[in-house]
């Protein structure tokens, strides 16, 4: 009779235990706990991917620096920007670059785009041309170190002439940039920057103007994101034509980061958010809090 009770009780706890990986449990403090075969008990795994861009907190660092840094904070990619210490710039032999390259194929950090400083809203048509020219040799740099993408930007509206022919002029120049960028594989994205030409409708009407499919948006995190109909009117302006993401720190108590990453993860985001934050002496431990920070806001820590 004992033998028998001690043999369903070993029945019970191993159908009970069998199916907890489907039912949740009750933990010490009386509240259920999903729980999973999946590490944060259940919790979804982002399809968004966490990089850096170099303009700040890695500007100082060479190529192999912001390998380690990428690595040790667990950064799936980068962004380098032009001008900055690590030096991937357009004067790179054809060898330096299949070493950039190498690099970055070997390391498991993904390098996803380059970012430029070219604008095109200058009325001097041969400054344009100068800067559409600088541009595509960008790309091919790009295409060379295996990025596959290059952020540029318009950067104001000049005074002496109309906004309107302005944002067809930019858009003019991404068009044909575009159809460049597509020769190579290389996608141009239009970072959502500069006086007035942050305000996202404005953005929206130079990427119409565009009108190319290899041409989309680098949304920016900007408080303008927040002005006019409010941040949801602004994101649906773009929403469809988002490439890639910056952002600033995360802390910041003014601009919706939880809600930017729940709109990316309902329109099916899956490219990059970048942080684009300030150097620190520290920028290691600043990485980690930042992607813990980002993993919290999306429920998935």
Same mark, same amino acid.
């Given at each position: ?166 944002? +067809? ?26 006086? +007035? ?68 993860? +309902? ?35």
């Amino acid at each position: 009779m004992v033998f028998r009770m001690k043999s369903n009780r070993r029945q019970f706890l191993k159908a009970a235990v069998a199916g907890l990986g489907a039912v949740p449990f009750i933990n010490g403090t009386g509240f259920a706990v999903e729980t999973s075969s999946n590490p944060g008990f259940g919790l979804k795994k982002p399809q968004m991917h966490l990089g850096m861009v170099t303009y700040e907190i890695g500007k100082d660092w060479d190529v192999p620096t912001i390998i380690k840094n990428c690595r040790a904070t667990k950064f799936e990619g980068v962004e380098l920007r032009t001008t900055h210490k690590h030096g991937v710039e357009v004067s790179l032999s054809k060898e330096q670059r299949a070493g950039v390259r190498k690099q970055f194929a070997d390391s498991g950090v993904e390098l996803m785009g380059l970012g430029s400083a070219f604008d095109y809203h200058t009325p001097n048509p041969a400054q344009l041309r100068k800067d559409i020219e600088a541009t595509k040799a960008y790309i091919l740099l790009a295409h060379d170190v295996g990025a596959p993408g290059v952020k540029v930007r318009p950067n104001a509206f000049p005074k002496e002439v109309s906004k309107e022919k302005t944002i +067809e002029q930019i858009g003019r120049s991404l068009r044909e940039l575009g159809d460049f960028g597509a020769q190579y594989g290389i996608q141009i994205r239009l970072e959502v920057h500069g006086s +007035e030409t942050n305000f996202v409708p404005n953005a929206k009407k130079i990427l119409d103007a565009a009108d190319h499919k290899n041409v989309g948006a680098c949304w920016n995190s900007n408080d303008s994101d927040l002005a006019g109909e409010g941040f949801d009117s602004n994101f649906n302006l773009l929403k469809d034509k988002i490439f890639s993401v910056h952002m600033r720190d995360l802390f910041l108590e003014n601009y919706p980061f939880r809600k930017l990453l729940t709109r990316l993860d +309902e329109i099916g985001f899956n490219g990059y958010c970048l942080a684009e934050i300030p150097s620190s002496d520290d920028a290691v431990r600043v990485m980690k809090y930042y992607r813990a920070l980002w993993l919290a806001y999306q429920d998935a820590l």
